[in-house]
T-cell receptor, first 114, second 111 residues
Framework: DGGITQSPKYLFRKEGQNVTLSCEQN?????MYWYRQDPGQGLRLIYY???????QKGDIAEGYSVSREKKESFPLTVTSAQKNPTAFYLC?????????????FGEGSWLTVV | GEDVEQSLFLSVREGDSSVINCTYT??????LYWYKQEPGAGLQLLTY?????DMKQDQRLTVLLNKKDKHLSLRIADTQTGDSAIYFC???????????FGAGTRLFVKA
């Protein structure tokens, strides 16, 4: 079945560590996104990529990094520079054209700092 | 700037209709969306409406768009306990890849 797979579902990070969240899609979508969700708040855009080997900062990119070496994959690294990383992270993708560029989401990854 | 606002909570009785409201600021938005999020899960696309439409109906869901007032609503008929979730309104900003999401409305359905 086509979809977006995020892993791991739950991740614990110690202070000062970098961690990487995986996102893979088999929808043949060109664009991919990372959002952060905090309780009682909407989704905030961290990074997005419209095409392989290209990505742009979103509204809250500080302390995060991404890569887009393959069309199917868009991993997010939460670095030690991110001071408040505990949150729910959502990966998403959309077609480059057609369908209003509707965004489809993965099931999310919980990151907790311990 | 771009913004999407929703009320945070709505409580209804099972079998009643639910109406979730949303206002947005960008009058040039091309598509407006409703997503549903169940606890601990990602967002599921429920429906969307193109900006040249006033209404769209899909089974128990009815979307109404008032472009003049920049107001979008989602009506769920015969609300069930399984409809309990957070509902997000979102607008697609034209000319790019940006979609703006509201903070979400948490729907409680009482049996």
């Amino acid at each position: 079945d086509g979809g977006i797979t995020q892993s791991p579902k739950y991740l614990f990070r110690k202070e000062g560590q970098n961690v990487t969240l995986s996102c893979e899609q088999n929808l043949n979508h060109d664009a991919m996104y990372w959002y952060r969700q905090d309780p009682g708040q909407g989704l905030r855009l961290i990074y997005y990529s419209q095409i392989v080997n290209d990505f742009q900062k979103g509204d809250i990119a500080e302390g995060y990094s991404v890569s887009r070496e393959k069309k199917e994959s868009f991993p997010l690294t939460v670095t030690s520079a991110q001071k408040n990383p505990t949150a729910f992270y959502l990966c998403a993708s959309s077609p480059r054209t057609g369908g209003g560029n509707t965004i489809y989401f993965g099931e999310g990854s919980w990151l907790t700092v311990v | 700037g771009e913004d999407v606002e929703q009320s945070l909570f709505l409580s209804v009785r099972e079998g009643d209709s639910s109406v979730i409201n949303c206002t947005y600021t960008d009058s040039s938005s091309t598509y407006l969306y409703w997503y549903k999020q169940e606890p601990g899960a990602g967002l599921q696309l429920l429906t969307y409406i193109f900006s040249n439409m006033d209404m769209k109906q899909d089974q128990r869901l009815t979307v109404l768009l008032n472009k003049k007032d920049k107001h979008l609503s989602l009506r769920i008929a015969d609300t069930q306990t399984g409809d309990s979730a957070i509902y997000f309104c979102a607008e697609r900003v034209p000319g790019g890849f940006k979609t703006i999401f509201g903070a979400g409305t948490r729907l409680f359905v009482k049996a």
